[in-house]
Structures are given as structure tokens and as C-alpha cells.
């Protein structure tokens, strides 16, 4: 009997999974949830994507109130 695999993840579980690790939070049935649907290259790109963003606010933060 063949193995079912689980069904693979969208972008938007990728950037959920991606913001629960730069928090710090999540669950490990989570995580194996993750680890079983998400393939690499999403969890790398939205990885790119929130830490261009989080840079992107810290700058305009910063300069706002510097100015």
C-alpha cells in the first residue's frame, strides 16, 4: 500500500509559518504541519519578503523620529 502524501501549502501558510518564527511562537504539531506541506523555496521567499519589510519599518520608524 502506497503512502498518501499531505496535500502541499499555500503562500500565505508560508508567511504565517515565517511570522510565527521570527515571534518565537508556534506549536509542534504546527511545525511538523509545516515541515510535511511547506516547500523550501516558499518558506525562502516569504522569508526574504517579511525581513524586507521588518527593515523597511525599523528605517521609516527611525526616521521619523529622528526627524
Known amino acids: 500500500m502506497a503512502q498518501e502524501q499531505p496535500q502541499r501549502a499555500g503562500t500565505l501558510r508560508a508567511f ?18 509545516d515541515l510535511a506541506t511547506l516547500r523550501p523555496w516558499q518558506v525562502i521567499v516569504a522569508g526574504l519578503i517579511c525581513a524586507a519589510i ?13 526627524a
Open 16 to 33: 504565517r509559518a515565517v511570522i510565527s518564527a521570527f515571534a518565537g511562537i508556534g506549536k509542534g504539531k504546527a511545525l511538523q504541519h
Open 54 to 66: 521588518f527593515v523597511a519599518v525599523i528605517i521609516t520608524l527611525v526616521r521619523n523620529i529622528a
